[in-house]
């Protein structure tokens, strides 16, 4: 393993660490900086130090923490030179030199959170669709190479649904774009709400969508993809549009060589219902 590979599980580490875990390790780091400073005595002076642990709270728990280590942070700077026997010629000094030390670190906590949240939504944009708000190509590829990667590992089947809407093209065509746009949208969310926490949808591109079922046999599939359309019917009659969904649904129980190949099977089957009548599903396993 590379340092490199060492410092990216770190950082997703401590990505996925609570709030209360990044303020204690940052409350930690103040202190023991606090002990140093006062332990060198205020001709040293540890200023550019203190900005570890504020930067740590302000980029991995957000502004507001961040606020909070950077007063703590001010506090234990003049504490230690204090303490360490340090003697203004006037007592504002100290006053002033709190508020400059404690506006330093409050700029520095606004600025990393706020390039923390462009940079978090920056990517969430990269990785979802912008039309329905469900995952995009991209994101799917990833989560489809990650269930591969498990398959392979510990043997456990997923399945991969293929839906393709029916009759699309006219509905555009009668109603416009408007509409058109609005019956994604409401596919989107119709399979979000009934799949399952671990499930994903993803829109891949003009009026098609795959989900992927993680640690999901042949049964359980056809069950979940029967409600699936069954209550996606229902909301197109209840929108009165014409439209249907032909499916291709295909369970791994050995791991595909590639997501292409994965993807290419179920819009087969997908393909092969389209030909033979529409409005329906088809299911294979391998």
Request: charged share 20%; with cysteine; hydrophobic share 45%.
């Amino acid at each position: 393993m590379t340092a490199v590979t060492v410092f990216q599980k770190v950082l997703k580490c401590l990505d996925q660490c609570g709030r209360i875990f990044i303020l204690a390790a940052a409350f930690g780091g103040v202190v023991v900086l606090g002990v140093v400073d006062y332990a060198t005595g205020f001709e040293i002076s540890f200023s550019l130090f203190y900005l570890v642990p504020v930067s740590f709270a302000a980029w991995y728990a957000g502004k507001w923490p961040g606020i909070a280590i950077a007063f703590f942070s001010a506090a234990a700077w003049d504490l230690a030179n204090g303490l360490a026997g340090q003697v203004f010629s006037n007592p504002a000094i100290l006053y002033w030199n709190t508020a400059t030390r404690l506006g330093f670190f409050a700029i520095v906590t606004l600025l990393l959170s706020r390039l923390r949240r462009e940079l978090d939504h920056e990517r969430d944009s990269s990785r979802t669709d912008f039309l329905t708000g469900v995952a995009n190509h991209r994101a799917f590829y990833d989560k489809a190479r990650v269930e591969i990667l498990r398959l392979a590992r510990n043997g456990r089947p997923f399945t991969v649904a293929h839906f393709d809407l029916d009759n699309f093209k006219e509905i555009n065509d009668r109603y416009g774009h408007v509409v058109g746009d609005e019956v994604l949208r409401v596919v989107a969310k119709t399979i979000s709400a009934n799949l399952r926490g671990i499930d994903m949808i993803a829109r891949l591109g003009g009026d098609e969508f795959v989900i992927l079922l993680p640690e999901t046999d042949a049964d359980p599939a056809r069950l979940a993809v029967g409600k699936i359309q069954k209550v996606l019917s229902g909301e197109m009659d209840r929108n009165r549009w014409m439209v249907t969904f032909s499916i291709g649904v295909v369970t791994f129980g050995a791991p595909p060589r590639s997501v292409e190949e994965m993807i290419n099977k179920a819009d087969r089957l997908m393909y092969d219902v389209k030909t033979k009548g529409k409005d329906a599903a088809k299911y294979s396993s391998y």
